[in-house]
């Protein structure tokens, strides 16, 4: 199967850097979200991301100019009908994504190869909201993506082996490195990464130390690239909660209770990064 544009739904962090990695590697994108607003916002992120790029002299502007000109931002689904793959990167809300779904499965070609960057809610629940279950799959990226080489796979109970086979060839092509996981709450990243999270909370919230001497153990510790609560604030706290969420529900082991701190924090307002403050000001 030869893909030439893909869609992307969501312009969001992990949507807009998704549409940038697709299309810095030659693929034209339809990048779709509600509103103007959201759009431009998520074109602004490429172009500044883009925009770095050229500063490092790891593209020149003609380059960053081309990679641009072959993202299409519309706020109209039925514009990712021609799409060869469509790469779901909304809010990790089931219900939201469940309506984006069975709609989007109605517009693409029955072989469209359909794709969720979520980071916890089940592919195989996913695949039975979309005609051709079959064709649907996870493509989880990692933050920031035009940054990070690690892209999850992962198959749903439903994904064929040969939906696996595009999907596996094409994180190649978009030099990123595959890993396949099997479908379970917060497949291989998740499962691990966002309990040691939790715990750093926890081991803020119980007044061990303070939140950079905790990042500065894991750090200097453990070496770690960033710290735990740094990198929880890069995330966002409101979808390291609902991650949490999703493996206390969904495996009923208490060792996946949220911290209290955490849920405090999410209730002030208190995201991270993309509120201006989370475990750290910014």
Same mark, same amino acid.
């Given at each position: 199967?030869?893909?030439?544009?893909?869609?992307?739904?969501?312009?969001?962090?992990?949507?807009?850097?998704?549409?940038?990695?697709?299309?810095?590697?030659?693929?034209?994108?339809?990048?779709?979200?509600?509103?103007?607003?959201?759009?431009?916002?998520?074109?602004?992120?490429?172009?500044?991301?883009?925009?770095?790029?050229?500063?490092?002299?790891?593209?020149?502007?003609?380059?960053?100019?081309?990679?641009?000109?072959?993202?299409?931002?519309?706020?109209?689904?039925?514009?990712?009908?021609? +799409?060869?793959?469509? $790469?779901?990167?909304?809010?990790?809300? %089931?219900? =939201?994504? /469940? #309506?984006? !779904?069975?709609?989007?499965? @109605?517009?693409?070609?029955?072989?469209?190869?359909?794709?969720?960057?979520?980071?916890?809610?089940?592919?195989?629940?996913?695949?039975?909201?979309?005609?051709?279950?079959?064709?649907?799959?996870?493509?989880?990226?990692?933050?920031?993506?035009?940054?990070?080489?690690?892209?999850?796979?992962?198959?749903?109970?439903?994904?064929?082996?040969?939906?696996?086979?595009?999907?596996?060839?094409?994180?190649?092509?978009?030099?990123?490195?595959?890993?396949?996981?099997?479908? +379970?709450?917060?497949? $291989?990243?998740?499962?691990?990464?966002? %309990?040691? =999270?939790? /715990? #750093?909370? !926890?081991?803020?919230?119980? @007044?061990?130390?303070?939140?950079?001497?905790?990042?500065?153990?894991?750090?200097?510790?453990?070496?770690?690239?960033?710290?735990?609560?740094?990198?929880?604030?890069?995330?966002?706290?409101?979808?390291?909660?609902?991650?949490?969420?999703?493996?206390?529900?969904?495996?009923?082991?208490?060792?996946?209770?949220?911290?209290?701190?955490?849920?405090?924090?999410?209730?002030?307002?208190?995201?991270?990064?993309?509120?201006?403050?989370?475990?750290?000001?910014?």
């Amino acid at each position: 199967m030869s893909i030439t544009l893909a869609g992307v739904i969501g312009a969001g962090t992990m949507g807009n850097g998704i549409a940038q990695v697709f299309a810095q590697h030659s693929y034209r994108v339809m990048l779709a979200d509600v509103s103007e607003a959201a759009l431009e916002k998520g074109v602004s992120a490429i172009r500044t991301s883009l925009a770095r790029l050229v500063k490092k002299a790891t593209l020149s502007e003609d380059e960053a100019a081309a990679v641009l000109a072959r993202i299409t931002p519309t706020t109209r689904l039925t514009d990712l009908a021609p +799409a060869g793959i469509v $790469v779901e990167a909304a809010t990790e809300n %089931p219900a =939201i994504k /469940e #309506a984006l !779904f069975r709609e989007i499965s @109605g517009i693409v070609a029955t072989d469209t190869i359909l794709a969720s960057n979520t980071s916890s809610i089940s592919l195989t629940l996913i695949a039975s909201w979309c005609n051709h279950p079959e064709r649907v799959i996870g493509m989880h990226f990692m933050n920031p993506v035009p940054v990070m080489q690690l892209v999850e796979i992962i198959r749903a109970l439903q994904t064929s082996d040969a939906t696996w086979q595009v999907v596996h060839a094409l994180a190649g092509t978009l030099s990123k490195t595959p890993v396949t996981a099997k479908d +379970a709450p917060g497949f $291989v990243s998740n499962r691990i990464l966002m %309990p040691m =999270i939790n /715990e #750093a909370v !926890f081991t803020l919230h119980e @007044g061990l130390a303070s939140a950079e001497d905790i990042d500065t153990v894991m750090k200097l510790g453990m070496n770690h690239p960033i710290g735990p609560l740094a990198l929880a604030d890069l995330i966002g706290l409101d979808t390291c909660l609902a991650i949490m969420d999703i493996l206390y529900r969904e495996f009923r082991d208490s060792k996946y209770r949220a911290c209290p701190l955490l849920v405090q924090m999410v209730s002030a307002g208190r995201l991270g990064r993309k509120s201006g403050h989370g475990f750290y000001p910014y």
